[in-house]
């Protein structure tokens, strides 16, 4: 097998209409997948995501979403499954990286709350949601961060909920082996996408050339960097891969 063809396949992407999920849902399309991805209030550019698919001649369906709610990630599983009949490949990406720099100390409990209900619950209720509706030899892939494996100081809230992540996979993964389906994540480091742009332009552009010098391969990953090995991870390649976390960081998290 020498090429990916999700012809005939059903993929829900969450955060689809920006960085990593905008480049997910386009590689997913490009592949043969009829996709469906979830925004929150981005209308606009989750319209323009969708109208980008259908021009290259694939199928895409925006759906408005508050992942950290329950019924929300219930909801647009079941809207996916209504409008393709089936559910092949769920990919969690929805997130928040809150950009301030704040010590456990001085951290209040909103921030604390309102990551892990973005970050974690979201996973937990919709990766529930797509267990039920799936497939047999369905696929998930969770997106991670290096920050679950080296901790992030100052973003205590964003790198404990990755690392739960990262558990969660290794323990669903067993749990969904029945049907024949995998469970893994991938592991960015540093992105170029707009999450990440508080600390790239610090210091006029200093924070930038600081971090990318700290990456071994010399360079920030693109968003397509990182859509890359979540398809290859949906894909009949990694067919026997599953309870993995996949690094996609330039070699980042092996310095300090």
Not at 93 to 122: H, I, K, Q
Not at 178 to 207: C, H, I, K, L
Request: proline share 3%.
């Amino acid at each position: 097998m020498t090429q990916i063809d999700f012809s005939g396949q059903v993929a829900l992407v969450t955060g689809g209409s920006r960085g990593i999920g905008e480049a997910t849902v386009k590689l997913l399309a490009r592949a043969g997948a009829t996709v469906a991805f979830t925004y929150r209030t981005r209308a606009s550019a989750a319209r323009r995501v969708e109208g980008a698919v259908k021009a290259t001649g694939g199928t895409a369906l925006m759906l408005e979403a508050d992942l950290s709610k329950r019924e929300d990630c219930e909801r647009v599983v079941r809207e996916t499954v209504v409008a393709f009949n089936r559910l092949d490949m769920y990919v969690a990406n929805a997130g928040v990286w809150p950009p301030e720099d704040v010590a456990v100390r001085d951290m209040d409990a909103s921030r604390w709350r309102t990551t892990l209900a973005v970050n974690l619950d979201s996973v937990y209720y919709g990766t529930r949601a797509a267990l039920r509706a799936m497939m047999p030899d369905g696929r998930i892939v969770i997106v991670s961060s290096t920050a679950a494996q080296r901790g992030e100081a100052y973003h205590a809230d964003y790198a404990a909920t990755k690392g739960a992540i990262n558990s969660f996979v290794k323990s669903v993964c067993v749990e969904a082996a029945s049907d024949n389906v995998t469970v893994n994540a991938v592991a960015p480091g540093w992105v170029d996408t707009e999450m990440s742009t508080v600390p790239y332009e610090r210091e006029g552009g200093r924070g930038r050339r600081e971090i990318e010098a700290s990456i071994p391969l010399k360079r920030i990953a693109t968003a397509e960097d990182i859509a890359g090995p979540i398809v290859f991870l949906l894909s009949p390649l990694a067919r026997h891969i599953t309870g993995e976390v996949l690094n996609v960081n330039g070699g980042g998290v092996l310095c300090g």
